[in-house]
């Protein structure tokens, strides 16, 4: 069953430009993404800086506005919800950032930034001390450092707070907008195999955004790469891990190291030259056209449509340039 439905957003953000700011542009930060999240889902969305991914949650958050397309979370339009409907959709969908530092306030217990949203939503106050010490429980926490600030716990403590308030409500998505990112590599795992854990307990579905392929490879069921406001492939990660079809996921994958030395042998690097353009002055035609190590005439006037290779398996680059390989 589908619980959220990106249909063909657009975010464009209107900017002065020139020297002086004396013009006028447009930053076309997403143009024209499609996604749904199942219940019980985790679907990855992955590039680099600046390809639109935080823009895509956020519009689903209600926190950056939708220039065109539509978003419905369990089949309700999140545009045209009255007040009511608003308040019980955003108890429904939680987010958690990428730094526990600034998402907690310093001053405050860990089980008072726990309770807040129970608080807020006026939950009896003789309950909300046990629901508390039932979250940290849920999350791996002493319920012992209640009474801890912030400043006191890890990184990993603290992200792992983080999600006990997103849990506080019973949310049905999470949006994940970077959650490890922040944090050591040692202590990136663990917070993964929470999320992964929390997902099975509670049946909660999972919207990741990472600009690392490799920390999304075990927690996602599908995976979305962004490049430039766009969505370049599509499908179960599985497939898009084992037979990458567009040149610019390739460029992503062949950049996470592999374990196994004898892979490492076989396997070609490519390196992209550049930087992503600008989403002020796109290119006309592919968006990954500047970059594109098997680019062709055609590729810099005709933008391609995301077209299916394998059941779910979509991609935007025209089958007679991937046959070539
Ligand atoms: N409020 C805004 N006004 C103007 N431009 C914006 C605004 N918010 C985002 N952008 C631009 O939109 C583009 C996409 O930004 P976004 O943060 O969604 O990318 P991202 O892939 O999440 O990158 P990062 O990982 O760095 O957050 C960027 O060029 C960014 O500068």
Redesign the pocket.
């Known amino acids: 069953m589908t619980l959220l439905r990106i249909e063909d957003l657009k975010v464009h953000?209107p900017?002065r430009t020139g020297r002086f700011g004396g013009g006028k542009g447009l930053?076309k930060?997403v143009d024209g993404v499609s996604l749904t999240v199942n219940v019980n889902e985790t679907v990855a969305v992955v590039?680099e800086?600046?390809?639109?991914?935080?823009?895509?949650g956020n519009a689903v958050l209600g926190l950056a506005p939708i220039t065109a397309g539509r978003i419905t979370f369990d089949d309700r339009d999140i545009a045209t919800l009255s007040e009511a409907e608003r308040r019980h959709v955003w108890r429904e969908m939680q987010v958690v950032f990428q730094d526990p530092v600034s998402a907690l306030n310093p001053r405050r217990t860990i089980a008072q930034s726990i309770g807040e949203p129970l608080v807020i939503h006026r939950h009896p106050k003789d309950q909300i001390a046990a629901r508390v010490d039932e979250l940290m429980d849920l999350v791996g926490l002493n319920p012992d450092q209640r009474d801890r600030r912030p400043g006191a716990l890890s990184g990993g403590q603290r992200q792992r707070v983080v999600i006990a308030r997103a849990l506080a409500l019973n949310p049905r998505l999470i949006i994940c907008d970077?959650p490890v990112s922040a944090l050591d590599v040692s202590i990136q795992s663990q917070i993964l195999n929470l999320l992964m854990r929390l997902q099975r307990e509670l049946g909660l579905s999972y919207l990741f955004?990472a600009?690392d392929l490799s920390v999304v490879r075990h927690i996602a069921d599908r995976v979305a790469v962004m490049y430039l406001g766009v969505v370049v492939e599509e499908g179960p990660a599985s497939e898009v891990f084992a037979n990458p079809m567009h040149p610019y996921t390739e460029a992503l994958l062949s950049a996470i190291p592999l374990p196994d030395p004898k892979l490492r042998d076989t396997r070609k690097r490519i390196v992209l030259e550049g930087d992503m353009p600008?989403?002020l002055d796109p290119p006309t035609g592919c968006p990954f056209v500047t970059r594109c190590p098997i680019a062709e005439a055609a590729c810099g006037t005709a933008r391609p449509d995301l077209a299916e290779f394998a059941p779910g398996h979509m991609v935007r680059c025209p089958p007679r340039l991937r046959s070539r390989d």
Do not use: D, L, Q, R
């Not at 800086?49 to 895509?56: A, H, L, Q």
């Open positions: 953000f900017v930053v930060a590039g800086s600046g390809c639109g991914k935080s823009t895509t970077e955004i600009h600008s989403p």
